[in-house]
């Protein structure tokens, strides 16, 4: 067997173990099926779908060698004993800032980083509204013989008592009318950027910048019409609106491990190479082979090094005082490139001297 396929059987391996794993969850969660609702069935399936491509997706990623090798570097800076309060302090920092508040955004365009901003927020709030309904794991029930009255369940255990008709049961059954919102919002941005900025226009991709957001669009709409049909319509068209929705669904679920959407798990995971960047400016700091001037840290010019070796690229200088081209500075690369250049260009010239041809 392969190096590449082993790689794809541990990834199979870690894709059917987080499936089996949600899988039960939903059974134990919803007690033994007893609070899943059938109608959600095809949810169910493409959340399970989605679990095992992402997961197998993840593990694919992790097994490559930079990533591997920032995977394993971040890990062991962030846990190192004289350095973990100080971690911990700076990831919840940067958790907020960087994940929450898309600050990386924000230093680039108030307009992008508000549509990232609402996207996020909106996917995030609808997730975290329709994963446990749909598992089974939150339900709502009446309050004894009062019909006026809900109390809610999660994972079969009592929570709060709240009437059907106040402002707490407004927010919490209209929950995916603000997500579908705050989605539609941050949709109409990202496309007003790809219709006046030509450069995102030109760069952008159908399946990797248009679909995402088409596919968001059509479940928030979708949304808020079974909303305004079920409270004004009397639930006309009711039934088709449904089933449009469920497919919108559906098709998202399936697309998370392919299509862009991906990036929404590895970004956390890119967290770690912040700390693996602090661990070497503590550290030693690697000299410019030919200027002597420090360019970088030590750590990750070593760690550089073995990971092109171990991709089969081989950048070393023999019968030099340089032994690898990763020891010399970004500013002395552009210099030797020139004066490569320059030499080519000399040995040529002289070459047509010699024929007696013009330069």
């Known amino acids: 067997m392969g190096h ?77 004993p004289s350095a973990l309060p100080g971690n911990i302090l700076r990831l919840l920092t940067r958790v907020t800032a960087d994940i929450a508040a898309n600050r990386f955004i924000f230093r680039r ?4 980083w508000m549509a990232h901003w609402l996207l996020m927020a909106g996917c995030i709030l609808a997730a975290a509204i329709t994963f446990p309904l749909v598992w089974g794991w939150v339900h709502f029930q009446t309050v004894g013989e009062s019909f006026d009255r809900y109390r809610t369940y999660v994972f079969g255990f009592p929570g709060q008592e709240f009437a059907i008709d106040s402002i707490l049961a407004f927010i919490i059954f209209h929950g995916l009318v603000w997500s579908s919102i705050l989605v ?40 808020l019409m079974l909303t305004a049909s079920y409270t004004w319509m009397k639930g006309y068209a009711y039934d088709f609106l449904a089933i449009m929705h469920a497919v919108t669904v559906i098709m998202t679920l399936l697309w998370l491990p392919f299509g862009k959407f991906f990036h929404i798990f590895q970004r956390p995971a890119q967290l770690g190479v912040t700390f693996y960047k602090d661990a070497g400016a503590r550290s030693e700091q690697a000299e410019c082979r030919r200027c002597g001037t420090p360019f970088a840290s030590a750590i990750m010019v070593r760690d550089l090094m073995n990971v092109e070796k171990e991709l089969g690229f081989s950048y070393e200088i023999n019968g030099q005082d340089v032994e690898h081209y990763q020891q010399i500075c970004p500013r002395c690369r552009r210099a030797m490139f020139g004066l490569a250049q320059g030499r080519l260009w000399r040995q040529r010239l002289g070459d047509r001297l010699q024929e007696g041809k013009p330069g």
């Open 4 to 80: 590449f396929e082993a790689d794809k059987v541990r990834a199979s391996i870690w894709g059917i173990l987080v499936t089996a794993v949600l899988g039960v969850l939903i059974i134990i969660g919803s007690r033994n099926l007893a609070h899943f609702d059938a109608a959600l069935v095809g949810y169910t399936f493409a959340t399970l779908f989605a679990a095992f491509g992402i997961n197998y997706r993840y593990s694919m990623w992790l097994q490559r060698p930079p990533t591997k090798m920032y995977w394993r570097r971040g890990w062991r800076y962030f846990l190192e």
């Open 109 to 112: 365009n108030i307009t992008r």
């Open 184 to 223: 539609i919002g941050g949709v109409m941005l990202a496309f007003r950027r790809r219709m006046i900025d030509h450069g995102a226009a030109a760069g952008q991709q159908f399946g990797e910048d248009v679909m995402p957001l088409l596919l968001l669009f059509a479940i928030s709409v979708t949304g």
